[in-house]
Antibody
Framework: EVQLVESGGGLVQPGGSLRLSCAAS????????MHWVRQAPGKGLEYVSA????????YYADSVKGRFTISRDNSKNTLYLQMGSLRTEDMAVYYC??????????????WGQGTLVTVSS | QSVLTQPPSVSAAPGQKVTISCSGSSSSIGSNYVSWYQQLPGTAPKLLIY???KRPSGIPDRFSGSKSGTSATLGITGLQTGDEADYYC???????????FGGGTKVTVL
């Protein structure tokens, strides 16, 4: 059974830093690209960042570029999101999601349960 | 403001049908496959439809998807109270080099 379990969320002051983790199990982690998607309270889904299966390529939404860093450790089956210079608008539930590509489209076939990041003084 | 446009809400009686539209552009829906996600209250999103019209294992055939040009549609027939949720469309946008989503549509069973 595919499982994605996020951790690391919490309360942080504006300008602060936080590192999120996503522990993967039930599949060959190193075979899949992974993404972070966030959802602000009462709002819709927003793409945050992506990383290729081997970690060689990373991508970011303009809203977090230069402040967030995505990485992965395939030996530990874990995805990370290092968040810096946090702003109140970064407050959201952060989901890690497995990116599936089957020759046609790309989509998120599995999602974690999410971890809440609260940015407040 | 979301890149893809969905109606904020739709509603119908149990057993009836609802459709949810998702409008994009030539660089998003017009150039890529569309997926749909269901988010039940207080839970993570769940894949409902991928590649415009394919259902993952375990998703009932009451759910269907289609795409035409720069728009996509999710249909739900035989509406059940358990279908009350937020529904999101998503696709890749080549001009933004990012996955984009609709703002979500809340389905209410009357």
């Amino acid at each position: 059974e595919v499982q994605l379990v996020e951790s690391g969320g919490g309360l942080v002051q504006p300008g602060g830093s936080l590192r999120l983790s996503c522990a993967a199990s039930g599949f060959t982690f190193s075979s899949y690209a992974m993404h972070w998607v966030r959802q602000a309270p009462g709002k819709g889904l927003e793409y945050v960042s992506a990383i290729s299966n081997n970690g060689g390529s990373t991508y970011y939404a303009d809203s977090v570029k230069g402040r967030f860093t995505i990485s992965r450790d395939n030996s530990k089956n874990t995805l990370y999101l290092q968040m810096g210079s946090l702003r109140t608008e970064d407050m959201a539930v952060y989901y890690c999601a497995r990116r599936r590509r089957d020759g046609s489209g790309n989509y998120y076939d599995y999602w974690g349960q999410g971890t809440l990041v609260t940015v407040s003084s | 403001q979301s890149v893809l446009t969905q109606p904020p809400s739709v509603s119908a009686a149990p057993g009836q049908k609802v459709t949810i539209s998702c409008s994009g552009s030539s660089s998003s829906i017009g150039s890529n496959y569309v997926s749909w996600y269901q988010q039940l209250p207080g839970t993570a999103p769940k894949l409902l439809i991928y590649d415009n019209n394919k259902r993952p294992s375990g998703i009932p055939d009451r759910f269907s998807g289609s795409k035409s040009g720069t728009s996509a549609t999710l249909g739900i027939t035989g509406l059940q109270t358990g279908d009350e949720a937020d529904y999101y469309c998503g696709t890749w946008d080549y001009s933004l080099s990012a996955e984009v989503f609709g703002g979500g549509t809340k389905v209410t069973v009357l």
